[in-house]
């Protein structure tokens, strides 16, 4: 049964994909490899897991400000995300976010209640997020 969860919508928009969790912040200046649209940085916890066409759920953005590049390189090489739910946000998330232009939501509880491989629709434009779970 499908679950719908109530956040911030932050991008306006809609879009659906698998979810990768991550249970850390990711790192955008090697941390990602905007080729592949993986995650590459070394002591992150999904590293090798691929964000690419789906729905990328983390707690946060860390490092440099080079978050925004390497997102956006993806971008253009069609190995990002197709939308965003977060927990915290700070200037690199923010920038990120209107580089990628994706549907975003901020959202504790959806955060929470997402596993790796649920499919996911993200309405940034009503703020909501809908998990469909398959057993």
Known sequence: MPE???GR???GGRASGRAL?????VSGWGGID???GTIVESRHPQRGQSFAGGVLVLPGAKGSSGWSGQFHLAKLQGTAPCAIVFTRMNSKLALGLVVLDVPAVHGEEAFGAI???DLVEVDGTAGTVLIRREN
């Open 115 to 117: 596993r790796t491989g």
């Open 21 to 25: 969790v991550c249970t850390a912040p």
């Open 9 to 11: 919508g932050v991008v």
């Open 34 to 36: 905007p080729k592949t």
């Open 4 to 6: 719908l969860i109530r």
